[in-house]
Nanobody, 124 residues
Framework: QVQLVESGGGLVQAGGSLRLSCAAS????????MGWFRQAPGKEREFVGA????????DYTDSVKGRFTISGDNAKNTVYLQMNSLKPEDTAVYYC?????????????????WGQGTQVTVSS
């Protein structure tokens, strides 16, 4: 079984930064991509960003472009989400996911493994 463990969430003021980490462990892990999703209270889970390991291609939702950056260490099976210039609307539980998405990395149903989530709260 594969486990994903997120860390790095917390409370930050608007304009601040946080870096989330997601470490994968378990049996041989070879997911094609790792992604970040978030879910705010009363809202559906939404795509934040993802990285495809083989090509290094990354994708971000428009609202975080220029502020959030994904990076990863394939050898360590770890992916990071650097979040800068945080806004109150970024407040959510952030989940990392791993899987084999096809043409797009934005569909949550294409990910097989999920972390437990980490809370990010941005105060105004």
């Amino acid at each position: 079984q594969v486990q994903l463990v997120e860390s790095g969430g917390g409370l930050v003021q608007a304009g601040g930064s946080l870096r989330l980490s997601c470490a994968a462990s378990g049996r041989t892990f070879s997911a094609a991509a790792m992604g970040w999703f978030r879910q705010a209270p009363g809202k559906e889970r939404e795509f934040v960003g993802a990285i495809r390991w083989n090509s290094g291609i990354m994708d971000y939702t428009d609202s975080v472009k220029g502020r959030f950056t994904i990076s990863g260490d394939n050898a360590k099976n770890t992916v990071y989400l650097q979040m800068n210039s945080l806004k109150p609307e970024d407040t959510a539980v952030y989940y990392c996911a791993a899987g084999w998405p096809a043409a797009t990395m934005r569909r949550s149903t294409d990910y097989n493994y999920w972390g437990q989530g980490t809370q990010v709260t941005v105060s105004s």
